[in-house]
């Protein structure tokens, strides 16, 4: 079973930076697509950003483009997102996971969730 651990949460102000990490363990990270989804109490869990095995390459959600960056390191077997100009309504509860196959864009996707780690921005 692969273990998903998020990290880097916490309380900002608007405008500010936030950059979330995603350890895994077991296979290397490029083994994986990765994604970053966000969920706030009683809506679904929405994808923000995703980067395919292999080659890299990533998507993004409409209302972070230009603002957030994913990546990896595989060095550091760690992934990671980070999060410039943030916004009160990017308010929520982070999730890192991740997938063998499948479209980056998916929830149905990915295979390996971790616990989340909330974000809040003040305004």
């Known amino acids: 079973q692969v273990q998903v651990v998020e990290s880097g949460g916490g309380l900002v102000q608007a405008g500010g930076s936030l950059r979330l990490s995603c350890a895994a363990s077991?296979?290397?990270?490029?083994?994986?697509?990765m994604g970053w989804f966000r969920q706030v109490p009683g809506k679904e869990r929405d994808f923000v950003a995703g980067?395919?095995?292999?080659?890299?390459?990533?998507y993004y959600a409409d209302s972070v483009k230009g603002r957030f960056t994913i990546s990896r390191d595989k060095a550091k077997n760690t992934g990671y997102l980070q999060m410039n100009s943030l916004k009160p309504e990017d308010t929520a509860v982070y999730y890192c996971a991740l997938s063998w196959a499948g479209d980056p864009r998916l929830r149905r996707s990915y295979d390996y969730w971790g616990q989340g780690t909330q974000v809040t921005v003040s305004s």
């Open positions: 980067i395919s095995r292999g080659i890299g390459t990533t």
């Open positions: 077991g296979r290397t990270f490029s083994s994986y697509t």
